[in-house]
């Protein structure tokens, strides 16, 4: 049994340009609204159960709350981090 479909796919993949996984659901709409309402104080699953995807073979289904945790957690590792200086 294997555990991956073939250990060089993914190397073999970007040399393509292609991507392995689904494509992007979430937009900057879907952040504001997102921390909006983390900020109101409301739990995962509630805000999870309010953001609908609005494109792509998903369209109309709701987000995990895994998924809504990943992205929240994205924008605030990107706004701890310090501005680059541009040289």
Do not use: F, W, Y
């Amino acid at each position: 049994m294997r555990t991956r479909p073939h250990p060089g796919m993914p190397r073999v993949a970007c040399t393509r340009g292609k991507r392995i996984g689904g494509a992007a659901v979430t937009d900057e709409a879907m952040l504001s609204m997102a921390l909006h309402l983390r900020d109101r104080g409301v739990s995962l699953r509630d805000i999870a159960a309010q953001l609908v995807i609005t494109k792509g073979k998903k369209n109309g289904r709701h987000h995990s709350p895994a998924t809504v945790l990943h992205m929240l957690r994205d924008h605030d590792e990107a706004a701890a981090a310090p501005a680059q200086p541009v040289s």
